[in-house]
């Protein structure tokens, strides 16, 4: 397996490709609109069993989210660490009726962990 030593993550490569594109202007309604249009391709790709376009639709909501996250000033690896930070610190269980992940309501506050997201600010 080939070292990825000092290569950037994927997200941290999403932000420089926003760059170098000169993509660094946020707008709710660009954004919203990109991934808006990703949702349909991947409600096309679901109804026709594509699996492939499923997974491309996957990667390009990551891809314009990521790039949002990154034109608000933030980045997106660091932001996405406190996240999963985050959503580890929940205990729960998955609802069969639904198949979601349900929180488990009577958790302790004091042992769940809230994202710190001014730890991603650039």
């Not at 000092?6 to 997200?11: G, H, I, K, V």
């Not at 993509?23 to 309604?29: I, K, M, P, R």
């Not at 376009?53 to 660490?81: M, T, W």
């Not at 929940?90 to 069969?96: A, E, L, N, T």
Request: proline share 3%; with cysteine; aromatic share 8%.
């Amino acid at each position: 397996m080939a070292c990825l030593c000092n290569q950037p993550t994927a997200l941290e490569a999403v932000a420089t490709w926003n760059v170098s594109r000169n993509l660094t202007s946020y707008s709710d309604l660009v954004e919203l609109n990109n991934i808006n249009k990703e949702i349909s391709e991947l409600l096309e790709a679901a109804m026709l069993n594509d699996t492939n376009a499923r997974v491309d639709a996957y990667c390009d909501i990551i891809v314009f989210a990521a790039g949002a996250i990154h034109k608000l000033g933030y980045n997106p690896e660091l932001s996405l660490q406190e996240t999963v930070k985050e959503i580890s610190s929940r205990r729960g269980s998955i609802d069969p009726s639904t198949g979601k992940w349900e929180k488990d309501r009577s958790q302790d506050p004091s042992t769940l962990y809230t994202a710190n997201y001014g730890l991603a600010k650039y």
